[in-house]
């Protein structure tokens, strides 16, 4: 016949209980604040990739310009087809979503004439990554938000 629990030795697993999910939450929470980066720099990996692309994209628009006088687009649908060119002439296929926003608006650097320079995100987050850039992308060093990484050709 089996003795009865006394009620201090029933309080000691309740302790030890609590004290076992106390652990698992906190262990919980730090393995979501490492996703939560992780995550994070996904996104910015993708921003430089599809920054760059558009920059691409705007210089060759630029110098693949029928005729004698080079122009940049007005709008970024221009990339998508351009009007200038008889037969169909893409610079991009699709006009990518800001992987910071998730939606396809972005900022734009304009030039005088309203000509599209550069792109940028509108998001004013903060970065993780604020060093060791690709030479391409130096100039994103030390800036304190998103929405500073313009992604932008030379004026010409």
Do not use: C
């Given at each position: 016949?089996?003795?009865?629990?006394?009620?201090?030795?029933?309080?000691?697993t309740?302790?030890?209980l609590?004290?076992?999910?106390?652990?698992?939450g906190?262990?919980?929470?730090?393995?979501?604040?490492?996703?939560h980066?992780a995550?994070?720099?996904?996104r910015?990996?993708?921003?430089?990739?599809?920054g760059?692309?558009?920059k691409?994209?705007?210089?060759?628009?630029?110098?693949?310009?029928?005729?004698r006088a080079?122009?940049?687009?007005?709008?970024l649908?221009?990339?998508?087809?351009?009007?200038?060119?008889?037969?169909?002439q893409?610079?991009?296929?699709?006009?990518?979503r800001?992987?910071l926003t998730?939606?396809?608006?972005?900022?734009?650097?304009?030039g005088?004439?309203?000509?599209i320079?550069?792109?940028?995100?509108?998001?004013?987050?903060?970065?993780?990554k604020?060093?060791?850039?690709?030479?391409?992308?130096?100039?994103?060093?030390?800036?304190?938000k998103?929405?500073d990484?313009?992604?932008?050709?030379?004026a010409?």
């Open positions: 016949m089996a003795r009865p629990m006394r009620r201090s030795a029933a309080g000691f309740l302790i030890g609590l004290i076992a999910v106390a652990g698992l906190i262990l919980l929470a730090g393995a979501g604040e490492i996703w980066t995550q994070q720099r996904e910015e990996r993708e921003l430089l990739f599809v760059n692309q558009f691409q994209a705007l210089d060759a628009y630029y110098r693949y310009t029928p005729g080079p122009r940049h687009p007005t709008k649908e221009d990339l998508l087809k351009d009007p200038r060119a008889p037969g169909v893409r610079y991009l296929r699709r006009i990518y800001d992987p998730g939606v396809a608006e972005w900022g734009l650097v304009r005088p004439a309203g000509e320079l550069g792109v940028h995100s509108l998001s004013e987050q903060t970065p993780i604020t060093g060791n850039f690709a030479m391409a992308d130096k100039a994103f060093e030390g800036k304190t998103y929405a990484w313009l992604f932008m050709i030379e010409k």
